[in-house]
């Protein structure tokens, strides 16, 4: 292998949608490949066809293209090692599994399902590890079927699938690049099914034969394949093939501990992405899963060229990965900080026209779908908003009149002589020539002072009626974006809709 070029590769199952682990590992296959100048790969395993989604491959690719994660091979992109779709290549297994039987490394067993299990329940009661029983082990290979049986079932075209057999009394080793040596006993690993009864191969055959096939140099991928490994191993070996390197990642966590699961919050990358979360987040989170720069760094924004400069497999832990959302919405935050106005302005047009479809806009839509005005609003709200549909959502008051308010606040603010207070101060703010947020405040001082008030007693009622909520941006700020003619149109509403009070 040395000398070699690095090739890594994904390899998911098409099941319907990116799970945010499988982005991490491609994630990590990816930045491996490209620090050493290597090759990524995408290879579809879908052998298992009562789990197959339509389009979902597609789906996979494009949301991993969004990720910025372009394999140099895929079943769209092709290559020289294809096909990639592993339903595509069912007669390279078909030949290897004869191989196997040929050279007596796998055998036929017509165990049917009924028996398996009855065996199953059998060896539970006796408290051993369930494995299968080896009834259909030929004599020739040391088991007790006579030949003549197997014979016999194949003329009757019996149901059978093809089982590798594990050597006994062997043990199989291997040096994981993540957690360093690891042993298997023979005795513990069961005859493996390679080939099943439709014809498709499992999960284990043909991702072996592909790897090596496809010529992968180091296989990157989660952790609950470890126990895989023995199996994967002697495959290696019955061909005489040299096994890649294998690294096994982290699991990712909830913040309790407990295996990520979507009980616990959303794990499909899709719901980030129609989220409004932005792919340099995403990337720079799931690169932090289970990865780190090394003591003594503070960086935790990465873009993505640094990350391929900076990414080792000696600096992925071991440990569980916590899969904390606060982190996802700080590193968001930190993008928008730095995102140029135009972009995030492009970037909501379409949320603003898209999700709130069909809610009438107070103000006329060229104006408030404008550049200039959403530029106005991004300006304002960069700095609360977690991710960018946030923009429409927390600030749909920008946009909307305020459809409630909110009763603490009115209950806490809405003293009696507010109505009578705001309906004056709505007279002063309509002769105010300018409407910025300095003119305001000046004219809302010029208006509290003589009366002996507190200006606070007037800020809160003003950002209630404007906003309907109690708390947001600089209230000067935002009554300038709103403009004089909605903040005076609210100011009455807001009378009318909340009443003279307590
Ligand atoms: N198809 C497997 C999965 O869905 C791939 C495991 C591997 O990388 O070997 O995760």
Redesign the pocket.
Known sequence: MAGQRVRT?????PTGYLHVG?LR?ALYNYLFAKKMNGDFVIRI?DTDQSRRVEDAEKNLISSLEWAGIVADESPVRGGNYGPYVQSQRLSIYRDYCMQLLEERNAYYCFSTAEELEENRQLQLKQGLQPKYNRKWLPEEMGGNMPSSEVRKKMEEGAPYVVRMKVPDYVSVWFEDLIRGPIEFDSATIDDQVLMKSDGFPT?HFA?VIDDHLMEFTH?I??EE?LPSMPKHLLLYEFFGWEPPKFAHLPLLLNADRSKLSKRQGDVAVEDYIRKGFSSEAIVNFVALLGWNEGEGSEQEVFSMNELIQKFSLERVGRAGAVFNVEKLNWLEKQYIKTRPVAQIVSNIKPLLLEELKGRPFEMPEPLITSDAYLGKVVDLMRERVNYEHEFVTFSSYFFFEPESYEPEAVQKRWTSEIPALLQEFATVLESCGEFTAESIEEALKAFVVPKGLKPALLIHPLRIVASGVSFGPSLYHMLEVLGKETVLRRIVRGIDRIGQGS
Do not use: D, H, N
Request: net charge positive; hydrophobic share 30%; aromatic share 22%.
């Open positions: 590769r994904f390899a998911p199952s499988g590992t395993e999960y991702s296989i991928r989660g394949w």
